[in-house]
T-cell receptor, first 112, second 118 residues
Framework: RKEVEQDPGPFNVPEGATVAFNCTYSNSASQSFFWYRQDCRKEPKLLMS???SGNEDGRFTAQLNRASQYISLLIRDSKLSDSATYLC?????????????FGQGTELSVKP | NAGVTQTPKFRVLKTGQSMTLLCAQD?????MYWYRQDPGMGLRLIHY???????AKGEVPDGYNVSRLKKQNFLLGLESAAPSQTSVYFCASSYPSLRDRDPRSGQYFGPGTRLTVT
């Protein structure tokens, strides 16, 4: 079983739609969680951290369920510019180099 | 600030050749990392460093060596390139703390090096 699993997609949605990505992780000792965005042939960029109480940044909302070892990302009012691959990222040992484990990513395509 | 930079951006090697990829960061980050990204595999950690003069193995270290002689630089070496090392290589850096709600959390990536080994 992979340490971080995501639905690979692709998710094809119209502009203005709400889309949700899910992610599960296997290590219950995981300490910190992130969503990254990666555009085609570019480097991953940090989108947002995921906090235990959930957090929101504009149209983006991230949720964490430690009991179920489940992370989600909700994008409201999708824009064409949201088209990218979204990577779920988990860190299990923050005090030993901050090694991050990346999911394979979920591809999103927002159409006009 | 330039952030994280990588050189070269592209390279084609023949099997058995050697090369060094250079990563530089100007954010005074303690930690630095080398990843490779292959289709269907996601990002995989090759080696990392928690400070100047220290390095450690990641998930896929075989066939690679690294050095961190200066805090701002992290070098990745391929001593004898193989076709299986054809990939996109990303360098990243971060602050030590990745605690919950630490505003400095997260790794910052360079633009990548596309390496083809024939």
């Amino acid at each position: 079983r992979k340490e971080v699993e995501q639905d690979p997609g692709p998710f094809n949605v119209p502009e203005g739609a709400t889309v949700a990505f899910n992610c599960t992780y296997s290590n219950s000792a995981s300490q910190s969680f992130f969503w990254y965005r990666q555009d085609c042939r570019k480097e991953p960029k940090l989108l947002m951290s995921v906090y235990s109480s959930g957090n929101e940044d504009g149209r983006f909302t991230a949720q964490l369920n430690r009991a179920s070892q489940y992370i989600s990302l909700l994008i409201r009012d999708s824009k064409l510019s949201d088209s990218a691959t979204y990577l779920c990222v988990v860190n299990s040992r923050w005090n030993q180099g901050g090694k991050l484990i990346f999911g394979q990513g979920t591809e999103l395509s927002v159409k006009p | 600030n330039a952030g994280v930079t990588q050189t070269p951006k592209f390279r084609v090697l023949k099997t058995g050749q050697s090369m060094t990829l250079l990563c530089a960061q100007d954010m005074n980050h303690e930690y630095m990392y080398w990843y490779r990204q292959d289709p269907g595999m996601g990002l995989r950690l090759i080696h990392y460093s928690v400070g100047e003069g220290t390095t450690a193995k990641g998930e896929v270290p075989d066939g690679y060596n690294v050095s961190r002689l200066k805090k701002q630089n992290f070098l990745l070496g391929l001593e004898s390139a193989a076709p299986s090392q054809t990939s996109v290589y990303f360098c990243a850096s971060s602050y030590p703390s990745l605690r919950d709600r630490d505003p400095r959390s997260g790794q910052y990536f360079g633009p990548g090096t596309r390496l083809t080994v024939t």
